[in-house]
């Protein structure tokens, strides 16, 4: 009987262990694929987005020129913010996928120009800003 309990418990430890292991490599698999997509030289294309609040959009789909004094308001207030272009919204994020909310937390509800690539994954979407997207951000364009 105590055989069998060790076995049992052995068996246990392998499948956690095993199972850690796994998401741990499917997570580092997947942002070395994301990394892989933004170091192409490629500096994607040109978008204009209004920088929304996420949480009145969300809730209420509340955007643009109606919305823009409330929008800048929660967005500078810690709110968060996402850019909006063609019905979908995007996180905005540096080349390490690190966040890029600062260029953006003075211009809510603004439209903005910006360039980079999207990336889609895990129903989430992305705008890897290109190095001269902040570029021009620091150059006041």
Same mark, same amino acid.
């Given at each position: 009987?105590?055989? #069998?309990?060790?076995?049992?418990?052995?068996?246990?430890?392998?499948?956690? @262990?095993?199972?850690? +292991? %796994?998401?741990?490599?499917?997570?580092?698999?997947?942002?070395?694929?994301?990394?892989?997509?933004? *170091?192409?030289?490629?500096? !994607?294309?040109?978008? =204009?987005?209004?920088?929304?609040?996420? %949480? /009145?959009? #969300?809730? =209420?789909?509340?955007?643009?020129?109606?919305? &823009? %004094? /409330? %929008?800048?308001? /929660? #967005?500078? !207030?810690?709110?968060?913010?996402?850019?909006?272009?063609?019905?979908?919204?995007?996180?905005?994020?540096?080349?390490?996928?690190?966040?890029?909310?600062? &260029? +953006?937390?003075?211009?809510? !509800?603004?439209? @903005?120009?910006?360039?980079?690539?999207?990336?889609?994954? !895990?129903?989430?979407?992305?705008? @890897?800003?290109?190095?001269?997207?902040?570029?021009?951000?620091? *150059?006041?364009?």
């Amino acid at each position: 009987m105590k055989r #069998i309990l060790a076995l049992a418990a052995v068996l246990t430890l392998t499948f956690f @262990v095993g199972r850690v +292991f %796994a998401d741990d490599m499917s997570h580092s698999s997947m942002h070395d694929d994301m990394k892989k997509m933004s *170091d192409s030289k490629d500096m !994607g294309k040109s978008m =204009k987005c209004e920088v929304v609040d996420v %949480a /009145c959009y #969300i809730a =209420k789909g509340a955007h643009g020129e109606g919305h &823009q %004094a /409330c %929008a800048a308001k /929660c #967005i500078s !207030g810690g709110g968060e913010l996402a850019l909006l272009h063609d019905g979908k919204l995007y996180i905005p994020v540096d080349k390490d996928y690190h966040s890029a909310r600062d &260029q +953006f937390v003075s211009k809510g !509800g603004e439209m @903005v120009n910006v360039m980079g690539k999207t990336v889609s994954k !895990g129903g989430l979407n992305y705008l @890897v800003l290109s190095d001269m997207a902040s570029d021009m951000k620091k *150059d006041g364009m």
